[in-house]
């Protein structure tokens, strides 16, 4: 997939620049002697940066369906993070109760309601509770935006919204969607979050490239 990016752009090292985490090596199962389906996961929170890996991840896709029979689903990941302040951790921790905010949504489109509504908050402050509703509308925002962005692809796309650490949640939505890439807007292996993750992370995690700027 990634050679076939290379070879589109006109670039003969992108590769070396985008694998920030090589793909691990699995053991050999039946899900592989079928033709399975492809998911790219795409840690994504309305940066450009992160725009642009959700563009590369939409054009792998579509390159990958011309090119092969495989089905192949975008999923784009964001994670509203605990920064250790007490009182957003308490937003958190409300919005955990509440299981719609958990829930993917599939194929989404303009005439349809936002999935993240302004819930009735009860048992907590005013204060708290327009923090919350901010944190959520904000949420809903940066997700719009990448289903609006699948649209224009008409591809298979999920999108995700988690709460807690940003490693954390994203190595759990890979293990659960069985990611065969995770994408995100660093371009080094340098990257606290490429550091995070650690070199036992279960996908291949790619970048975006230098060249991006130029």
């Excluded at 029979?69 to 999923?75: F, H």
């Excluded at 993070?81 to 194929?107: G, M």
């Excluded at 080094?188 to 995070?196: A, C, E």
Aim: proline share 5%; glycine share 4%.
């Amino acid at each position: 997939m990634l050679a076939r990016l290379q070879s589109a752009i006109g670039r003969d090292n992108l590769i070396e620049q985008m694998v920030l985490l090589p793909e691990p090596e699995k053991a050999f199962s039946q899900k592989d002697q079928e033709t399975k389906s492809v998911n790219l996961i795409v840690g994504y929170d309305g940066s450009p940066n992160s725009h642009t890996a959700l563009d590369i991840a939409f054009w792998i896709a579509h390159q990958t369906r011309l090119a092969t029979n495989n089905e192949v689903t975008v999923q784009a990941v964001y994670v509203v993070t605990d920064n250790h302040n007490s009182e957003h951790a308490n937003i958190l921790s409300f919005a955990k109760r509440l299981p719609v905010f958990e829930c993917q949504v599939n194929d989404v489109s303009r005439s349809v309601t936002p999935v993240l509504t302004q819930p009735k908050l009860q048992g907590i402050t005013p204060s708290l509770q327009e923090k919350t509703v901010a944190s959520l509308q904000e949420a809903d925002r940066i997700l719009w935006q990448a289903r609006s962005l699948a649209e224009e692809w008409q591809g298979s796309f999920k999108s995700h919204l988690r709460f807690g650490h940003i490693t954390t949640e994203l190595k759990k939505v890979v293990e659960l969607e069985a990611a065969d890439i995770l994408f995100l807007g660093c371009k080094s292996v340098n990257h606290p979050i490429i550091q995070t993750l650690g070199s036992n992370f279960p996908c291949a995690v790619v970048g975006i490239p230098n060249c991006i700027d130029e």
